[in-house]
Structures are given as C-alpha cells and as structure tokens.
C-alpha cells in the first residue's frame, strides 16, 4: 500500500509560481508512475501531468510550457512547479500512483488547495 502526501498549495498571484510536492512512503517508489491530476469547484477531476518509471513525461495542453512534472527517486519524492498560473488553474490538486502493468492509478493522495487569484 502506498501512501501519497501532498504538500506545497497556496494562495497565489495571477502571473505567479508554486511548487507541489508528493511524498511517498513506498521503498520501491521508482518502480511506480506517477501523475498529477486537478479537481476544479463543479468539474470533473482532469488529468495534469504524468512522469514514468524512466522519467518520460507528458502534460495535458493547457499547461504545457508552464508545469513541469518531475521525480526524485532518491527522496521518494514527485513534483509539479507551475509558471506563469492562470486564475483557471485553481484546483484541488492530487497526486496520484500506480503500479508496473496497472492502467487506472491506484493510490491517491488528500490533495492541496491551489487558489490562483486575479
């Protein structure tokens, strides 16, 4: 069973950065994928950004150029560094993991408030 601690949601400018954070408990973390999905007031969750076993990433369009979605395996640690945030980018964010050979993603953090003010 893994556990997935978000951290690192604020209160932000329009134009302005944040960094999240995912900690994981698992040992065996860098045998996982990873992701980063959001969750809008009234929307349906979406799909972020995602980061692989060999570090292969992929962002929905939206925030291309903007986040960037990486992992230190070291740490048992993935990140999200957002540029340039739009008021539209306010969400709950969550990170989420799943296993080698798995398509849905299994383990789901608490999720961390990102509120984009304009």
């Not at 601690?5 to 045998?31: I, M």
């Not at 996982?32 to 969750?45: D, H, N």
């Not at 570090?55 to 986040?67: A, I, L, N, W």
């Not at 539209?88 to 509120?115: K, N």
């Amino acid at each position: 069973q893994v556990q997935l601690v978000e951290s690192g949601g604020g209160l932000v400018q329009a134009g302005g950065s944040l960094r999240l954070s995912c900690a994981a408990s698992e040992r065996t973390f860098s045998s996982y994928s990873l992701a980063w999905f959001r969750q809008a007031p009234g929307k349906e969750r979406e799909f972020v950004a995602a980061v692989s076993r060999t570090s292969v990433t992929s962002y929905t369009d939206s925030v291309k150029g903007r986040f960037t979605i990486s992992r230190d395996n070291a740490k048992n640690t993935m990140y999200l560094q957002m540029n340039s945030l739009k008021p539209e980018d306010t969400a709950v964010y969550y990170c989420a993991a799943r296993s080698r050979f798995v398509i849905q993603y299994q383990y789901w953090g608490q999720g961390t408030q990102v509120t984009v003010s304009s």
